[in-house]
């Protein structure tokens, strides 16, 4: 899965440079270590072991996606199909097993060609979704067939869902593996990813983890130096879910720093070409049909989880959808400036997945519904950016709240006169909750961008692990006091001193600056 790096990445590492233990870094990282026998001894041995980084995450991640499933048994056992609300007051509702049928894949319609009966007129997916969709309904029925006098379309629909559920566990995989081998000195950091509990409960929800693994896939490859390879993967991941497409922008602010043009002119060439040979034939034969996720989501209204809605709830008259879209836009430009202004200031070039982090999560929070798996878009990229368990914690926290918020919330609003659940300033409040959350990390992110010293990465010694060409590379261009920065780090009482790519002096287990 993992190509070898090429020679221009290469250079910069005479030796496989030697894996950082997190229970000799992160407080959090040692005490939950007790419980299977304490923090990484001075005198251990490491790199003898059947059990690698690679593995142990993987089979983590497997088992967590396991747990994911089992959380999800009360609806698969009939919450999806009997009851307005059960599906709701158990948390475990799922786009998959309804759109089954609801978009045509139990009547054998074809995706995008074949137009539906109701007010969803073609599938609102991106056209690699789609496919993905009917290749496992195509799964289905060929299950189904096996399973004699078993037609009905309740079965089916369970099927379905299985049918689904492995594959997304496939994606699970390659996630894991993806982000475990991204920084090669930090392969545990990995472990963020895999018992992130806001990914076990969301992974099945949609089908979104396509999207994130095939990004995964494309960072991965990006930090070996293969800027083709990753130009195509992301194509391939935007042509699942649109958010992949976001992390060009900061590719192009960190190439314009540090003047290596031709590997992003690389990766933009491969990203387009993947896109277009996914999306053109049916762009060419549907064009109604494929025209349909962006007719849809530009004239989507305001919908659950976003900050439009508390605010739209507050106002007598509220906002219409082309006022809220021409918003969010102007919003999401401020926040891609401010980003940029980062990127070109900082007095150390930002690390490529601190700043696609914060692209990301602007966008999650400007834009005008936040579904719960939308998460998944956000796990993988936190792992690299901020992997300290901390705060990586209390973010998925605010999560977990939101995800149960808004299940008790549809729970409360289909009820009827009972009213059970949450009602509406609950889940207002939770949304503030999410955002909150979001917050935090991207705030801890912009303080390691501004004080290198203090990002849990660069204090190993490293510099840019997932920047493939970027990594060790000097700036050629800068603003501000960046245009004029010392030759190392400063020294401060919050932290060591660090000369980049050379490993930091250690004066205790843990960094003084990650104690606050």
């Known amino acids: 899965m993992c190509p070898m790096p090429s020679a221009e990445t290469a250079r910069t590492r005479v030796q496989e440079p030697k894996t950082l233990a997190p229970t000799r870094q992160d407080e959090v990282a040692a005490a939950g270590s007790e419980v299977i026998g304490g923090p990484l001894g001075r005198w251990a041995l490491t790199g003898t072991s059947w059990w690698t980084p690679v593995r142990v995450v993987l089979l983590v991640m497997l088992g967590m996606f396991a747990l994911g499933m089992v959380q999800k048994f009360p609806c698969y056992d009939g919450a999806w199909f009997f009851g307005a609300s059960s599906q709701y007051t158990h948390a475990c509702y799922s786009d998959i097993p309804h759109l089954y049928q609801g978009r045509g894949f139990a009547d054998g319609l074809l995706p995008y060609f074949d137009k539906l009966p109701g007010d969803m007129d073609y599938l609102e997916y991106p056209v690699l979704t789609g496919a993905f969709m009917e290749l496992t309904a195509l799964l289905t029925k060929g299950t189904v067939r096996l399973l004699p006098g078993a ?113 992003f002119r690389t990766a933009v060439l491969g990203t387009a070409a993947a896109w277009l040979a996914t999306n053109l034939p049916v762009m060419l034969y549907a064009p109604e049909g494929w025209a349909k996720f962006y007719g849809f989501s530009r004239e989507r209204g305001v919908d659950f989880g976003s900050f439009w809605l508390v605010l739209s709830q507050h106002m007598d008259q509220p906002l219409g959808t082309s006022t809220v879209n021409t918003l969010a836009i102007l919003l999401m430009i401020a926040a891609c400036a401010g980003v940029a202004a980062l990127a070109l200031t900082a007095p150390r070039r930002p690390r490529f997945a601190q700043l696609a982090l914060l692209v990301v999560a602007a966008f999650v929070l400007t834009n005008k519904v936040y579904s719960p798996q939308y998460v998944l878009w956000l796990i993988p990229l936190a792992a690299l950016a901020r992997p300290r368990w901390r705060d990586f914690l ?120 990650e104690q606050t």
Not at 208 to 236: C, E, K, N, P, Q
């Open 394 to 513: 209390i973010w998925q926290a605010c999560e977990v709240v939101y995800f149960l918020g808004i299940w008790l919330y549809l729970a409360y609003t289909s009820s009827g006169d009972k009213h059970q659940g949450l009602p509406t300033e609950g889940y207002q409040a939770v949304i503030v909750l999410h955002i909150l959350g979001t917050l935090y990390l991207c705030a801890m992110v912009v303080r390691d961008a501004l004080l290198p010293e203090r990002d849990p990465v660069r204090q190993g010694g490293d510099d840019d692990p997932s920047g493939g060409v970027l990594d060790g590379t000097p700036d050629v261009f800068a603003l501000g006091r960046a245009a004029h920065p010392p030759r190392h780090a400063a020294h401060t009482e919050e932290g060591p001193l660090v000369a980049w790519g050379t490993p930091a002096p250690t004066a205790g287990p843990f960094a003084k600056g």
């Open 151 to 263: 037609d009905g379309i309740q079965l089916q629909e369970q099927v379905y869902w299985m049918v689904n559920a492995g594959l997304l566990m496939v994606c699970a995989a390659v996630l894991a593996v993806s982000v475990t081998r991204t920084h090669r000195r930090r392969p545990w950091d990995g472990l963020l990813v895999a018992l992130a509990p806001a990914l076990a409960l969301t992974a099945t929800v949609n089908w979104d983890l396509l999207a994130v693994a095939l990004t995964a896939w494309a960072m991965l490859l990006w930090s070996r130096g293969r800027a083709l390879a990753f130009g195509i993967l992301l194509g391939l991941a935007t042509a699942a879910k649109l958010y992949p497409v976001l992390l060009l922008g900061p590719l192009l602010v960190l190439c314009w720093r540090a003047g290596t043009w031709r590997p």
